[in-house]
């Protein structure tokens, strides 16, 4: 089955910095990849999505790369926030099925004022 | 505010009772998915329905037992569960040919 890694799981950033958050998978089917973000008390929630058949994506501050031939993807959030804090959670799912997707472990970003 | 409410939010139960989560869609999703977050684990699916009918059990121990009576509504029955099973579980829906899933707030359970 699919086997998805998630690095770093900490990562602290000042106010205005910028964040990376790194993903691989395992099975090369695997062609729609969401990431998601987890406040405190809440469910993860959709922030941004890509499929295999595009390289990149952007949405305002935050952007996702895919490397398809290294199985990487990539979360970029530019001019972080304090309110960006939250955990978030790269995952790896095979088309249609949104909800069966394998997640990554997590990173629990905290931006410092 | 998602469109997926689950209840209850916070559950303390012991090794011997039963109860049940709850879980409500009001988006007309035809999908609808249980997962469980431990402490320093990822996310783990644990039961998919597709149109009421189950699809997909990860290797779930028997003591959790789902149920789908229609496509807005499921639970997840509990009975003689153990401390590790202390939780976070996560209802989501999503709509078959659509990309997102969307997550209720969780039931937080601790087994004592």
């Known amino acids: 089955g699919e086997n998805v890694e998630q690095h770093p799981s900490t990562l602290s950033v000042q106010e205005g910095d910028s964040a990376v958050i790194k993903c691989t998978y395992s099975?090369?089917?695997?062609?729609?990849f969401p990431w998601y973000k987890q406040e405190l008390g809440k469910g993860p929630q959709l922030i941004i999505d890509?499929?295999?058949?595009?390289g990149e994506k952007k949405d305002q501050r935050i952007a996702v790369t895919l490397n398809k031939t290294a199985k990487h993807f990539s979360l970029h959030i530019t001019e972080t926030q304090p309110e960006d804090s939250a955990v978030y959670f790269c995952a790896a799912s095979i088309n249609t099925n949104a909800g069966k997707s394998t997640f990554g472990d997590g990173t629990t970003l905290t931006v410092k004022p | 505010e998602t469109g997926v409410t689950q209840t209850p939010r916070h559950l303390v139960m012991g090794m011997t009772n039963k109860k049940s989560l709850k879980c409500e869609q009001h988006l007309g999703h035809n999908a609808m998915y249980w997962y469980k977050q431990s402490a320093k684990k990822p996310l783990e699916l644990m039961f998919v329905?597709?149109?009421?009918?189950?699809?997909e059990n990860n290797s779930v121990p028997s003591r959790f037992s789902p149920e789908c009576p229609n496509s807005s509504h499921l639970f997840l029955h509990l009975h003689t569960l153990q401390p590790e099973d202390s939780a976070l579980y996560l209802c989501?829906?999503?709509?078959?040919?659509?990309?997102?899933?969307?997550f209720g707030q969780g039931t937080r359970l601790t087994v004592v």
């Open positions: 329905y597709n149109f009421k009918e189950q699809t």
């Open positions: 890509i499929r295999s058949n595009v």
């Open positions: 099975d090369s089917a695997s062609n729609y």
């Open positions: 989501a829906s999503s709509q078959e040919g659509f990309t997102e899933a969307f």
